[in-house]
């Protein structure tokens, strides 16, 4: 199973600069991580910070237990659908008919 993934979330992010998108998905643009978490603040949501590879790292503007959750979700259901490959064994011997090998 994949490792759990740790999200950096409110005055666990030590950048000075990141890239914030909204609730809704609009992006905010590049702004210092003050402003940031004020802004989180103000909507009474979390500072999440989403891809901390970018440049600037992407934070998100969300309800960090609602996006816990369906990202247990998502993991829980793609665990789900994930296919088994069976490994089939045959016996080949001297007296293998032809229909034996079309199985």
């Given amino acids: 199973m994949a490792e759990k993934e740790q999200f950096q979330i409110n005055e666990q992010i030590t950048d000075k600069e990141v890239r914030v998108i909204s609730q809704d998905g609009e992006q905010l643009g590049v702004m210092p991580i003050e402003k940031a978490y004020k802004c989180a603040e103000v909507a009474g949501l979390d500072l999440?910070?989403?891809?901390?590879?970018?440049?600037?790292?992407?934070?998100?503007?969300?309800?960090?237990?609602?996006?816990?959750?369906?990202?247990?979700?998502?993991?829980?259901?793609?665990?789900?659908?994930?296919?088994?490959?069976?490994?089939?064994?045959?016996?080949?011997?001297?007296?293998?008919?032809?229909?034996?090998?079309?199985?």
């Fill in 48 to 103: 999440v910070k989403i891809s901390p590879n970018a440049n600037p790292p992407v934070c998100k503007i969300i309800d960090y237990g609602k996006f816990k959750f369906d990202n247990l979700k998502k993991l829980k259901e793609a665990k789900k659908n994930q296919k088994t490959v069976e490994m089939k064994e045959i016996w080949l011997s001297m007296t293998i008919d032809v229909g034996d090998l079309n199985v």
